[in-house]
T-cell receptor
Framework: GQSLEQPSEVTAVEGAIVQINCTYQ??????LSWYQQHDGGAPTFLSYNALDGLEETGRFSSFLSRSDSYGYLLLQELQMKDSASYFC?????????????FGTGTKLQVIP | DTEVTQTPKHLVMGMTNKKSLKCEQHMGHRAMYWYKQKAKKPPELMFVYSYEKLSINESVPSRFSPECPNSSLLNLHLHALQPEDSALYLC????????????????FGSGTRLTVV
């Protein structure tokens, strides 16, 4: 089976930096993605890592260590609008087809 | 057009009703997905379609019946649902490279909030 673990809640101050960790156990691992979801909204794709290292996209960066089955999402210069749930998601192969399985989600609250 | 459109946005149905959820995309994506999301939980994969063929069924009960009439449309037919099936149903699409779904992210629709009474 597959399992992905994330902290359930994180609180950070506006303008600060926050890191959301994700550990996973899966077979057929292909890559790790991150999605943002505001209350009542749909998940929005943020980033994808297939190789070890850091990927940067504006204020958001994502890191992957395949040997440690670990990744994180780094959010810089936090804004109030960043308050949302953040999901890591593993892309893996199943029966010859690729599928994406979501982690438990981390609710980020940004405070003034 | 970079959107996935789902209809209806809200649906209330009785346990004996038959209804359908619809999903449409015009991004040329050849992989489409149905996810179910309960409150404060992650999306759970239900079905994957690749090139209009069902490629993954995550042991979903037969009261949920997916259909992919063409490369732009994905339906989910509902029949004899239970109250515990009440959830947000999300459709998503992605590119395919070769026989594999793309490494790029999924584009999600805004979902259908389903209530079974």
């Amino acid at each position: 089976g597959q399992s992905l673990e994330q902290p359930s809640e994180v609180t950070a101050v506006e303008g600060a930096i926050v890191q959301i960790n994700c550990t996973y156990q899966t077979s057929g691992f292909y890559g790790l993605s991150w999605y943002q979801q505001h209350d009542g909204g749909a998940p929005t794709f943020l980033s994808y890592n297939a190789l070890d290292g850091l990927e940067e996209t504006g204020r958001f960066s994502s890191f992957l260590s395949r040997s440690d089955s670990y990744g994180y999402l780094l959010l810089q210069e936090l804004q109030m609008k960043d308050s949302a749930s953040y999901f890591c998601a593993v892309t893996s192969f199943s029966g010859g087809y690729q599928k994406v399985t979501f982690g438990t989600g981390t609710k980020l609250q940004v405070i003034p | 057009d970079t959107e996935v459109t789902q209809t209806p946005k809200h649906l209330v149905m009785g346990m004996t009703n038959k209804k359908s959820l619809k999903c449409e995309q015009h991004m040329g994506h050849r992989a489409m997905y149905w996810y179910k999301q309960k409150a404060k939980k992650p999306p759970e994969l239900m079905f994957v379609y690749s090139y209009e063929k069902l490629s993954i069924n995550e042991s979903v009960p037969s009261r949920f019946s997916p259909e992919c009439p063409n490369s732009s449309l994905l339906n989910l037919h509902l029949h004899a649902l239970q109250p515990e099936d009440s959830a947000l149903y999300l459709c998503a699409s992605s590119q395919i490279v070769g026989r594999r779904q793309s490494n790029y992210g999924y584009t999600f629709g805004s979902g259908t909030r389903l209530t079974v009474v």
